[in-house]
């Protein structure tokens, strides 16, 4: 049971490149997040998604998009990387609870540098 | 938008206890999770409170006063492997984490 992983573990782009953000997680898990974790700020959600086929915006969704095609795997891309996008990145995903989201269990995250 | 106050840092010496304060202000509430985060790792589910008091799972406890918008979590008997960033975050009506900016805690031998 590996939990959580994300690939790749670190990136380097240059600004108007693009890329895809791939995590996966074996544990049957309906919920699935992306975060980025900037120095001096809490995590803030980029976007979401409450199931296979479905996704929503979060907090700062500008500039990326994300696919739920499998309900293991959620997919975070940057069609024309910014060097604002220089961040840590963060997958997590949750069980169902009884009335909503369960607790949310983290990958390792993937280091993006853009230049 | 949710407002979600802790302290930078903190020190203490191993053997201590430490609190860690976190306030806040959100649209709705769900609950209130603490997690730690070693540095350049992924942040690990420390505790979890959804109604006022205390909980307690070994050397780390966990008090919320959702009137007061107010937990704190409570490390004992501090180790040098608790030298950690905390992390405070509140599920709002939505069922999404707002996380707070993280206190990095320096334990000292």
């Known amino acids: 049971n590996a939990g959580v992983t994300q690939t790749p573990k670190f990136r380097v782009l240059k600004t108007g490149q693009s890329m895809t953000l791939l995590c996966a997680q074996d544990m049957n898990h309906e919920y699935m997040y992306w975060y980025r974790q900037d120095p001096g700020m809490g995590l803030r959600l980029i976007h979401y998604?409450?199931?296979?086929?479905?996704?929503a915006k979060g907090e700062v969704p500008d500039g990326y998009n994300v696919s739920r095609l499998k309900k293991q795997n959620f997919l975070l891309g940057l069609e024309s990387a910014a060097p604002s996008q220089t961040s840590v990145y963060f997958c997590?995903?949750?069980?169902?609870?009884?009335?909503?989201?369960?607790?949310?269990?983290f990958g390792p995250g993937t280091r993006l540098t853009v230049l | 938008g949710q407002n979600i106050d802790q302290p930078t840092e903190m020190t203490a010496t191993e053997g201590a206890i430490v609190q860690i304060n976190c306030t806040y202000q959100t649209s709705g509430f769900n609950g209130l999770f603490w997690y730690q985060q070693h540095a350049g790792e992924a942040p690990t589910f420390l505790s979890y409170?959804?109604?006022?008091g205390l909980e307690e799972k070994g050397r780390f406890s966990s008090f919320l006063s959702r009137s007061k918008g107010y937990s704190y979590l409570l490390l004992k008997e501090l180790q040098m492997k608790d030298s950690a960033s905390y992390l405070c975050a509140v599920r709002d009506g939505d069922y999404k984490l707002s996380f707070g900016a993280g206190t990095t805690v320096t334990v000292r031998a």
């Open positions: 997590a995903s949750s069980a169902s609870g009884t009335s909503g989201p369960d607790t949310q269990y």
């Open positions: 409170n959804v109604l006022d």
């Open positions: 998604s409450v199931g296979e086929g479905t996704t």
